[in-house]
């Protein structure tokens, strides 16, 4: 397995996993925005040879990330990919000086046990419940995992 930065090469892949994954998935012209518009989004793939089995996206703002997405094939879940995802972001931050990372936060839908469970398993703490959050009216949990913490 690999883990590298998403190209536009990838897009079809990535848009084929964000259909297939998510309740409300991005739309093509939402997903071309976070590949090549926004200037603080990152997008890393997991790859087999030439298949896309995974990404995550994310921004880096000041001294935190936000992930926005994390997906995997659903043939390759409970093998590790989402946490390696998970890992191989936390190497791309900044690791020291006024950029350096100190937490990253995320939303992730109420009824999404598998994802709260991969997310307290890399460290990551529930807040609060943010009431209404998606556009269907379900809950999110908003968790956050503090990565550098100054001495």
Do not use: W
């Amino acid at each position: 397995m690999i883990i590298r930065k998403a190209t536009l090469n990838d897009f079809d892949a990535v848009m084929e996993l964000e259909n297939s994954c998510f309740k409300l998935p991005y739309n093509e012209r939402q997903m071309k925005y976070e590949f090549s518009e926004n200037p603080i989004n990152k997008i890393l793939v997991v790859c087999n040879e030439d298949k896309i089995l995974g990404f995550i996206n994310y921004m880096i703002t000041f001294n935190s990330a936000t992930i926005t997405q994390v997906a995997v094939n659903k043939d390759y879940r409970n093998q590790g990919l989402a946490s390696s995802l998970l890992n191989a972001m936390e190497d791309t931050f900044p690791k020291s000086g006024d950029e350096m990372v100190e937490f990253v936060t995320l939303e992730v839908r109420e009824s999404n046990e598998p994802a709260i469970n991969l997310y307290k398993k890399n460290g990551y703490e529930h807040v609060v419940i943010k009431k209404h959050y998606y556009p269907d009216g379900e809950d999110a949990v908003y968790m956050i995992k503090r990565i550098n913490t100054c001495q």
